[in-house]
């Protein structure tokens, strides 16, 4: 798939961190204190569960995430090859199933939301915003049987077309 270049340099961001946290790729959840969005847990269930969030919440925060981990990993961007695939999900259809969380070992939470370590952009309208994230070749395998898994089709791996815009 074709890669946006505005993505590229987050998604390069989310692979650097991800391998700063992580020696074994499968023993971290990626969710780290340091990146932890700045809200407390009740906000981010009720900003992140809810469709009654006020409009461009979910986006800041989101955007938050992605600066800061941005400063952290800033000076330790060369080289980085992006193996991995872009994850979307749209967190308005989310029903707390749990059944993503439970097939891939917690890499999704209860509202089927990838963690935000790896998150690298909001795209859409209000109505229809889905969080992008990059996720590790090393984890591609066990993150499809988690979007296989989920009863709604609010989990999905980018396509090619899905990312124009994002220039």
Known sequence: ??????LI???RSAQVWASIC???????????????P???KCEYDRVFGSSTFSDGEAKSI???VIENRSTLTQDK???VNLDGRVLCHNFRETTYS???????????DTLDIPPWDLWISMTGET???VLLSWVPQQLVELVDKGIKSSAEENIFWAKDGDLTGLE
């Open 77 to 79: 961007l060369n080289n």
């Open 38 to 40: 700045q809200i407390e």
């Open 98 to 108: 749990c059944t993503a969380k439970l097939e891939t070992a917690g890499f999704f």
């Open 127 to 129: 109505s229809y915003e």
């Open 22 to 36: 992580s020696d074994n790729w499968r023993s971290i959840q990626f969710r780290t204190s340091d990146l932890f």
């Open 9 to 11: 340099e987050v998604s």
């Open 62 to 64: 989101v955007f938050q």
């Open 1 to 6: 798939m074709t890669m946006p270049s505005s």
